[in-house]
């Protein structure tokens, strides 16, 4: 999530990015001026030179002018972060800077050529000069001056970016997540320092020696011209060697990555080399078995103790103790399960008990409750914690009549098996508990402890007494009815008074109201 991204640091990080630009534009226009290249005082090229003498004051305003454009745009550019609507669009503007502000810083050289273009063909149609000589010099260098000042702001501006500003504002990472943003590859950064170390060196000497020997009339050696060309597409193929020997491997690690986010460990990364990228692959894949092996170990531990509870012990709630909680309990129990069984053997109970057992609990966990133990047959269940809820007088009722159709579908599956019809009784009460970790150091459970269980357990065995599947408190039923106000769906209002019954352990009668 983007968020508090401070516009003023953002528009000061843009002017000197810009002022960048324009050193790289100044360092452009002078590298050539450094070099003193010979050339011919007569002819076409003494009318040329003494043509851009004539026009000086022109020339120079439209060469300010070719630059000013490019500028304004990079200075608008700068001023339009303080007018952002959003954090998002503060960060997707500052991403894209560099090489945003690399392109446009360029095209005062485009500018600047064709300006020269038309001076050209202004002094050929006027004066009768020969530009071909004067055409081919200025292309070369000026080419030379747009690729100079690309690549140096470019590296300049996206080292920058990437080392000490994006780390700023994204301190949490997840840049190529912003919406709208340019996701560069790492094979631009590659031809970036292939044209800075190799194609920019040998194009600009070339076209210097090619220049020098049109303009002085000399023979040009088509060798030298040969074997320039020959070291720029050795270059190239190294380049484009290397860049693969990265790219290939970083996208086997982002698929990779991906698998595993989809839960997907069986697989390996399959880099082998020696090198750092060899060293990444082996801890890459060390990191994945461990995630499986505590996946395992999590999806086990949720199968143990209710997934909730785990997901709460394993946030670091694992000290003794606890707090006070309001909550619902529910105990199920299957009537006359100890006469049934016996005519079974252990291992039909124990396939019955889990047959039942899994249609119970889907209930209760759709309705955001937890079974907290189960006790012989019995099943004890909490709604309200460990995560808090408002209504869990509610989600206990819903996942009682789930439970009621849930039998009901279980005892038509077993009819006509070896499997006897199943009863069960339920009996619901709310009120505070103490829920939390409780045990010794070396052996814990999160459980809750309370006169509110107690009573919620003997309501649940009166559903016998009462020929009752359901049984509910009358605190029950008001939290119920309180969460229902305006509602008549599922017949929440209409609950039964049962009896006032006397509960071991209370000393006022409870009233219990049934469906």
């Given at each position: 999530?983007?968020?508090?991204?401070?516009?003023?640091?953002?528009?000061?990080?843009?002017?000197?990015?810009?002022?960048?630009?324009?050193?790289?534009?100044?360092?452009?226009?002078?590298?050539?001026?450094?070099?003193?290249?010979?050339?011919?005082?007569?002819?076409?090229?003494?009318?040329?030179?003494?043509?851009?003498?004539?026009?000086n004051v022109i020339i120079t305003i439209l060469t300010f002018l070719c630059f000013f454009v490019p500028s304004a745009i990079c200075v608008k550019h700068c001023f339009s972060f303080l007018r952002a609507k959003s954090d998002e669009e503060v960060a997707r503007k500052i991403i894209n800077l560099p090489l945003k502000f690399s392109?446009?810083?360029?095209?005062?050289?485009v500018f600047n050529f064709l300006t020269e273009l038309i001076f050209l063909l202004y002094a050929k149609i006027v004066l009768g000069i020969q530009i071909g000589f004067i055409f081919f010099t200025s292309v070369l260098f000026l080419t030379m001056e747009g690729i100079f000042t690309f690549v140096i702001s470019y590296l300049v501006l996206e080292t920058v970016n990437r080392l000490a500003v994006l780390p700023k504002i994204f301190p949490a990472g997840e840049v190529t997540k912003v919406p709208g943003i340019k996701n560069l590859s790492l094979g631009l950064m590659f031809i970036v320092f292939f044209i800075s170390i190799c194609f920019f060196p040998i194009v600009?000497?070339?076209?210097?020696?090619?220049?020098?020997?049109?303009?002085?009339?000399?023979?040009?050696?088509?060798?030298?011209?040969?074997?320039?060309?020959?070291?720029?597409?050795?270059?190239?193929?190294?380049?484009?060697?290397?860049m693969r020997l990265f790219t290939i491997p970083l996208k086997k690690l982002t698929a990779q990555t991906i698998k595993i986010k989809k839960g997907n460990y069986d697989s390996k990364l399959d880099i082998v080399s020696n090198d750092e990228m060899g060293?990444?692959?082996?801890?890459?894949?060390?990191?994945?078995?461990?995630?499986?092996?505590?996946?395992?170990?999590?999806?086990?531990?949720?199968?143990?103790?209710?997934?909730?509870?785990?997901?709460?012990?394993?946030?670091?709630?694992?000290?003794?103790?606890?707090?006070?909680?309001?909550?619902?309990?529910?105990?199920?129990?299957?009537?006359?399960?100890?006469?049934?069984?016996?005519?079974?053997?252990?291992?039909?109970?124990?396939?019955?008990?889990?047959?039942?057992?899994?249609?119970?609990?889907?209930?209760?966990?759709?309705?955001?409750?937890?079974?907290?133990?189960?006790?012989?047959?019995?099943?004890?269940?909490?709604f309200g914690a460990p995560v808090k809820s408002e209504n869990h007088a509610l989600d206990a009722f819903n996942a009682a009549m789930e439970m009621?159709?849930?039998?009901?579908?279980?005892?038509?599956?077993?009819?006509?098996?070896?499997?006897?019809?199943?009863?069960?009784?339920?009996?619901?009460?709310?009120?505070?508990?103490?829920?939390g970790n409780i045990g010794a150091e070396n052996r814990i459970e999160y459980t809750v402890i309370g006169?509110?269980?107690?009573?919620?357990?003997?309501?649940?065995?009166?559903?016998?007494?009462?020929?009752?599947?359901?049984?509910?408190?009358?605190?029950?039923?008001?939290?119920?009815?309180?969460?229902?106000?305006?509602?008549?769906?599922?017949?929440?209002?209409?609950?039964?008074?049962?009896?006032?019954?006397d509960i071991r352990g209370k000393t006022e009668k409870v009233k219990l109201f049934t469906m």
């Open positions: 999530m983007i968020s508090n991204i401070n516009k003023k640091y953002c528009f000061k990080i843009s002017l000197i990015y810009f002022a960048s630009v324009l050193f790289a534009n100044l360092m452009g226009m002078l590298f050539p001026m450094a070099m003193d290249f010979p050339t011919i005082e007569e002819g076409s090229m003494i009318k040329w030179i003494a043509f851009t003498d004539d026009h392109v446009v810083g360029s095209f005062g050289w600009f000497l070339l076209s210097s020696f090619i220049s020098v020997h049109l303009n002085n009339g000399l023979e040009i050696n088509f060798d030298t011209v040969k074997t320039a060309v020959i070291l720029l597409f050795s270059g190239l193929a190294l380049t484009i060697t290397f060293i990444l692959s082996d801890a890459f894949n060390d990191m994945t078995e461990s995630i499986k092996e505590k996946e395992f170990m999590r999806s086990t531990f949720g199968k143990i103790v209710d997934p909730n509870v785990r997901d709460y012990l394993l946030k670091g709630n694992v000290a003794l103790g606890g707090e006070t909680r309001n909550v619902t309990i529910m105990f199920c129990d299957i009537r006359n399960f100890t006469a049934m069984s016996e005519s079974m053997s252990p291992e039909k109970v124990v396939s019955l008990l889990n047959k039942y057992f899994t249609e119970m609990e889907k209930c209760i966990s759709k309705n955001h409750g937890i079974i907290n133990k189960y006790i012989g047959d019995a099943v004890m269940g909490i009621r159709v849930a039998l009901a579908a279980l005892n038509k599956k077993l009819e006509g098996s070896d499997f006897p019809q199943i009863a069960f009784g339920i009996g619901l009460h709310s009120g505070d508990v103490l829920a006169d509110t269980v107690n009573t919620a357990s003997r309501i649940e065995s009166l559903c016998k007494s009462y020929q009752k599947d359901l049984l509910i408190s009358e605190s029950t039923c008001q939290l119920i009815l309180d969460s229902v106000v305006g509602e008549n769906s599922a017949g929440q209002n209409d609950f039964v008074f049962v009896d006032e019954a």
